[in-house]
């Protein structure tokens, strides 16, 4: 019993690191069509600045909460702004923008940080379960995620920034026909997908310790779950990341962490195969 | 003058479609337009609302330049657009939908809403049907309420009643007469249904090879030979 505890507290866990490296780069493509290859440096640069801020004294909770997602919003913008709003409706060309942003982002921070894995202490011990000890912060991490994904679902449901973010993603030109200024939400939303990259990175810095090159490792999971879920930005990925999440804990658990790596790209394949518009292309189709 | 439009040209990349377009329409005014397809209609509905770049030419609306003006902004200054084929945010619910009309407004939603609903009876009951899964008729009531919610003083209205029941188009044609009489809204019309545009219309004008050529009143409508000429639709 204490082992099935252990198991489900390892497999909510996988889903929910799932979902929180993904849930920015599913409302950047979701909402705007743009293929962000440089969002798994967002995410490492939000694991860099909440080791920054830490190491310079700011609490470790307000860097990792505060701080990374402020700073890597701020410049999610500053892209936006300068590079991404010249290439909508091109897809290529913003693959390949994106693509030199991703190069660009990991030869700066390799030249600031050096090309070595730097980390912050967990900032909480482990606990007991009957014979097992796991660490507390893999509770935390499934917390954020549930918090972020409900914050997402209120936001878009039940706010008026939410309802002019989805009628803007189905229809930009209808929406400016009623007065809402399309670049300015897309900004926004590009601004808050890299929030949540960056706050993403941060909390999972303890974890994984955070290096030049770890958004390759992030960016193919990352894709792998937007691809899987489908056009729901949010019923997309908690059902992606809960499938790939649980095939992944579960087979790591029963074989290796290698082979669950391979079962969860395997799954992937089957999945695209069998449902090509993803996960609420079929199902779910009602879903935010 | 609600709107001055002075040798206004636009087309598509290289393509010219319309050739210096020049017209203008009172305050309280319904102003028809007709012409055959290709002739440039939608075109200049699309250029006086921004989405389509001005080659040459001005667009004054009221005191206000507007010839380059981004669409946001038009709409914001009270132009009102509903375009062809309606273009309801498919996902979104009827409510949804009459909310985001209200993008222009300050003053509370719910109140513009059940004032504009009082014009669209028939949309009471479907407030939680998302707009994709409406039929042609509703969704040309929805984009005609959803325009009204941003109370705009000058509405562009592009063929209403392509593909739409009659009882519908009758509908339309009360609801447009009764908002005329009650909140004396102003109003381009570009339309093929003759019935339709000679009902609801003060002045018609004839729109050929990308230019008005010709003002023509709503009883001459009924002149065979010249509905042939100029607008090549069988009455």
Known sequence: ?288 | MMLDVQGLRTGYGRIPILNGVSFSVNEGEFIGILGHNGMGKTTLLKALMGFLPATGGRVMFGHDDVTTVEPYRRARLGLGYVPQGREIFPGLTVYENLRMGCSTQDSAEEDIIAAVLEEFPRLKALLDRTGGALSGGEQQLLAMARCLCGDPRLVLLDEPTEGIQPSIIDEIVETLQRLRAKRGLTMILVEQNLDFIAALSQRILIIQKGAITREVAPAELGDASLVGEFVGIAT
């Open chain 1, 1 to 288: 019993m204490d082992l099935v505890a252990l198991l489900a507290i390892q497999v909510l866990y996988a889903i929910a690191s799932l979902a929180l490296i993904s849930v920015g780069l599913a409302i950047i493509f979701g909402m705007m069509r743009v293929i962000n290859l440089a969002h798994g440096e967002f995410l490492m640069l939000g694991g860099y600045a909440a080791i920054v801020a830490t190491n310079n004294g700011v609490n470790i909770w307000l860097s990792m909460l505060v701080v990374a997602p402020i700073v890597v919003g701020l410049i999610g913008v500053v892209v936006e702004r300068t590079i991404i709003r010249f290439l909508y409706g091109r897809m290529i060309d913003t693959m390949l923008a994106t693509w030199g942003l991703s190069l660009f982002l990991v030869g700066l921070t390799t030249a600031i940080f050096g090309n070595t894995t730097v980390g912050i202490s967990a900032p909480l011990g482990s606990f007991q379960i009957g014979a097992y000890r796991t660490s507390a912060y893999t509770l935390f991490v499934i917390a954020v995620a549930a918090v972020v994904l409900a914050a997402i679902f209120a936001v878009m449901r039940w706010t008026r920034l939410g309802l002019i973010a989805r009628g803007t993603m189905q229809n930009a030109n209808m929406a400016a026909a009623l007065g809402v200024n399309p670049p300015r939400v897309y900004a926004i939303t590009f601004g808050v997908g890299a929030a949540l990259s960056g706050l993403a990175g941060a909390v999972l810095a303890p974890v994984s310790g955070v290096f030049p090159t770890i958004g390759v490792a992030y960016v193919a999971k990352s894709f792998i779950t937007v691809i899987g879920g489908g056009a729901a930005i949010l019923t997309g990925t908690v059902s992606a990341s809960a499938l790939f999440g649980t095939i992944n804990q579960i087979a790591t658990f029963v074989t290796t962490p290698v082979f669950g790596e391979v079962a969860l790209l395997g799954a992937a394949i089957v999945l695209i195969r069998l449902l090509p518009q993803g996960i609420t292309g079929r199902f779910f189709r009602r879903g935010l």
